[in-house]
């Protein structure tokens, strides 16, 4: 079992940065994978970025150099910092993880950008 609890969002001008944060009740060494993924209201749930426990990450091409994903191995966290915000980022951000076989959800933390 792999408890996630988010944190971080807010309400943000467009312009602006936010760092999330995703905090996990295991070792981050014993998951496989940490993802952040967002659901904006009437879409789909999409990816966003990635981090294996090797520190390879990935993130979804329309995302490449305004958001980064990092890890703090010593407080089992993961982060997604968010650069030069748009309105559409405006989501609810979730956070993922797979270790075993299994998928793991965290509750998700609202993210608002105003124009």
């Known amino acids: 079992q792999v408890q996630l609890v988010e944190s971080g969002g807010g309400l943000v001008q467009a312009g602006g940065s936010l760092r999330l944060s995703c905090a996990a009740s295991?070792?981050?060494?014993?998951?496989?994978?940490m993802a952040w993924f967002r659901q904006a209201p009437g879409k789909q749930r999409e990816f966003v970025a990635s981090i294996t426990n090797g520190d390879n990450t990935n993130y979804a091409d329309s995302l490449k150099g305004r958001f980064t994903i990092s890890r703090d191995n010593a407080k089992n966290t993961v982060y997604l910092q968010m650069n030069s915000l748009k309105p559409e980022d405006t989501a609810v951000y979730y956070c993922a993880a797979g270790r075993l076989g299994k998928d793991y959800w965290g509750q998700g933390t609202q993210v608002t950008v105003s124009s």
């Open positions: 295991r070792s981050i060494f014993e998951i496989s994978y």
